[in-house]
């Protein structure tokens, strides 16, 4: 995506336990914190597992392939942002649909979009002093 | 399925008065008067005196922001009438506005106070101003702001209004069980038509089925009637220990049951059941706490702020089928108020204004009271619920007439 038809965003404050969530799109990768001896993928991050308590923790990449668990056409101009109208959704991503991102919904006509179809991620970078950040968006995965 | 406890002791608690100010678009007035006009209401009402008061309550605790969302904290109304309490409880992380109430109960069955004076207090129209709601969003500002907190997963999204958050719900609900525009609509049509008698309701100009479905759309499915109406105003009510309550003015209305609780995690996006909220939870709960069952119940106050939302409170509370809520109002006559089930008897927070939780149960007790004038239910109501809140953060509670 060229620089210039990126929209307005209000970009996330970048710690530590975030970081790599929020900027391994630079090499097209979706990485979560995940549990190493349970195999639980940890959304958003937190120090210990959530299901075993342990805290042998690491950042994994998944495929970026997802479900479109429900979504929402935005037509209300809240705060500058894409072009209206634009499309927000929630994602289950397939490794384990337990974990959901609010994302966007992109590159699908708005007349084809169903709740259940396969998504895969596209990022959307932002160039910014205070840290770049890629955003991760889905769009369908029928989509070429 | 049953309680593990062995008395279910929000029974020692009643609501024994209610209190409400002036109720607008943007008053233009001090938003601490107006609290302590609903306060003071509420005492008198009661036919308590201030020096009765021994116990505080409100949600959410003060906040400067989103703007006008709270006029006043526990502190400000303690001090402004020199209360002495035994108990006092403010803040947000609770089981919606009502857990503020649910608390109260609590500390008067446990003998911490006698009589609680709950309050919930906005001034988000005037706040808003002109600009409207889309002004109170955050971040607005631009500059080098960064989103931390919940907002870190939602805002970089453009996805910065609980519109769209629940949009989202209501979408899945929609998919899931078939629900419809048209269907949902009757929650808009049924509150208008109840605002209309209700004299400080703020939008009474009839709606029609073509004026919910030619309104602008803000996030699908909601339109512009779906969404609740920023206003300026205070509610308060009074909770009492029953057995302090029986000589008072008012009849009491014994608290039979709460509903506090929330099984899944506490997020809008993380929820396990993107087709229902905490409101399954609390609602489950309510009904393991009374013999009562849900067929007893003759009336519904349930939150509005946006209409999907009392959808979900009914199903949650098991007043319909889950994924029923759609064909159980289709046509409004059901939710009418003479219909098998009032609902949202003064307009809601759709065409009565975003008073934000409180209203509802005002409106429960101004109806089982019978001071509900020109919008009264026709039938003696024995059994109420009431119901707010939304996503991670409901409560309720179902009111028998003593």
Same mark, same amino acid.
């Given at each position: 995506m060229a620089a210039t038809d990126v929209p307005f965003r209000i970009l996330p404050a970048l710690t530590d336990w975030n970081r790599e969530f929020w900027t391994a799109g630079e090499r097209g990768e979706l990485r979560f914190w995940r549990c190493g001896p349970c195999g639980y993928y940890l959304h958003p991050p937190q120090p210990?597992?959530?299901?075993?308590?342990?805290?042998?923790?690491?950042? #994994?990449?998944?495929?970026?392939?997802?479900?479109?668990?429900?979504?929402?056409?935005?037509?209300?101009?809240?705060?500058?942002?894409?072009?209206?109208?634009?499309?927000?959704?929630?994602? #289950?991503?397939?490794?384990?649909?337990?974990?959901?991102?609010?994302?966007?919904?992109?590159?699908?006509?708005?007349d084809a979009i169903r709740i259940g179809m396969p998504v895969r991620v596209v990022f959307e970078h932002h160039a910014d002093p205070g840290g770049d950040v890629w955003l991760p968006l889905f769009e369908p995965e029928a989509s070429a | 399925m049953t309680s593990?406890?062995?008395?279910?002791?929000?029974?020692?608690a009643c609501i024994s008065g209610i209190g409400q100010s002036d109720v607008g678009r943007r008053l233009g007035r001090d938003p601490m008067e107006l609290t302590l006009d609903a306060c003071l209401g509420a005492i008198e009402h009661a036919g308590l005196t201030v020096a009765d008061i021994d116990g505080l309550s409100t949600y959410p605790g003060p906040m400067t922001s989103p703007p006008g969302f709270s006029a006043a904290g526990a502190y400000d109304v303690m001090d402004a009438l020199r209360l002495n309490v035994g108990w006092y409880n403010g803040g947000l992380e609770t089981s919606g506005q009502l857990g503020s109430v649910i608390n109260a109960c609590l500390a008067v069955a446990s003998g911490l106070a006698n009589h609680v004076l709950c309050f919930r207090s906005v001034f988000e129209g005037s706040a808003q101003?002109?600009?409207?709601?889309?002004?109170?969003?955050?971040?607005?500002?631009?500059?080098?702001?960064?989103?931390?907190?919940?907002?870190?997963?939602?805002?970089?999204? %453009?996805?910065? %209004?609980?519109?769209?958050?629940?949009?989202?719900?209501?979408?899945?609900?929609?998919?899931?069980?078939?629900?419809?525009?048209?269907?949902?609509?009757?929650?808009?049509?049924?509150?208008?038509?109840?605002?209309?008698?209700?004299?400080?309701?703020?939008?009474?100009?009839?709606?029609?089925?073509?004026?919910?479905?030619?309104?602008?759309?803000?996030?699908?499915?909601? /339109?512009?009637?779906? /969404?609740?109406?920023? /206003?300026?105003?205070?509610?308060?009510?009074?909770?009492?220990?029953?057995?302090?309550?029986?000589?008072?003015?008012?009849?009491?209305?014994?608290?039979?049951?709460?509903?506090?609780?929330?099984?899944?995690?506490?997020?809008?996006?993380?929820?396990?059941?993107?087709?229902?909220?905490?409101?399954?939870?609390?609602?489950?709960?309510?009904?393991?706490?009374?013999?009562?069952?849900? %067929?007893?119940?003759?009336?519904?106050?349930?939150?509005?702020?946006? %209409?999907?939302l009392t959808m979900s409170w009914m199903e949650a509370l098991g007043l319909c089928e889950v994924g029923g809520s759609g064909p159980f109002i289709e046509g409004g006559e059901r939710i009418a108020r003479d219909g098998i089930l009032p609902l949202n008897t003064h307009?809601?927070?759709?065409?009565?204004?975003?008073?934000?939780?409180?209203?509802?149960?005002?409106?429960?007790?101004?109806?089982?009271?019978?001071?509900?004038?020109?919008?009264?239910?026709?039938?003696?109501?024995e059994v109420g619920a009431v119901a707010a809140g939304g996503g991670n953060t409901c409560g309720c509670l179902l009111l028998v007439k003593e």
């Open positions: 210990i597992c959530p299901q075993c308590h342990g805290k042998d923790l690491a950042v #994994e990449s998944v495929s970026g392939r997802a479900t479109l668990a429900s979504f929402s056409v935005n037509h209300q101009a809240w705060m500058p942002g894409p072009d209206l109208p634009y499309v927000v959704a929630i994602v #289950e991503i397939v490794e384990q649909p337990s974990v959901r991102l609010t994302t966007n919904l992109v590159n699908c006509a708005h | 593990t406890a062995n008395e279910i002791i929000e029974r020692r101003g002109v600009k409207g709601r889309a002004s109170s969003m955050p971040g607005g500002g631009g500059g080098s702001f960064r989103a931390s907190g919940f907002m870190e997963w939602t805002l970089p999204f %453009s996805a910065p %209004s609980a519109a769209i958050w629940i949009a989202m719900f209501a979408q899945r609900h929609f998919h899931e069980y078939g629900t419809t525009r048209e269907q949902m609509a009757w929650i808009a049509i049924n509150a208008r038509r109840n605002a209309q008698v209700n004299p400080k309701g703020i939008y009474r100009d009839p709606m029609s089925m073509d004026d919910y479905l030619n309104a602008r759309m803000i996030t699908t499915p909601f /339109c512009l009637y779906d /969404c609740d109406v920023p /206003c300026d105003g205070a509610t308060a009510v009074i909770v009492s220990r029953i057995d302090r309550a029986r000589d008072l003015r008012n009849r009491p209305l014994r608290v039979e049951a709460v509903g506090s609780a929330i099984h899944g995690r506490p997020s809008w996006d993380q929820f396990d059941d993107l087709s229902t909220m905490a409101n399954r939870d609390a609602g489950a709960q309510l009904w393991t706490r009374t013999d009562l069952r849900p %067929s007893d119940v003759q009336m519904l106050q349930a939150y509005d702020g946006f %209409s999907w307009g809601g927070q759709l065409s009565g204004g975003r008073l934000h939780g409180y209203g509802f149960l005002h409106e429960a007790a101004v109806q089982m009271w019978g001071e509900g004038g020109e919008r009264q239910i026709p039938r003696d109501v």
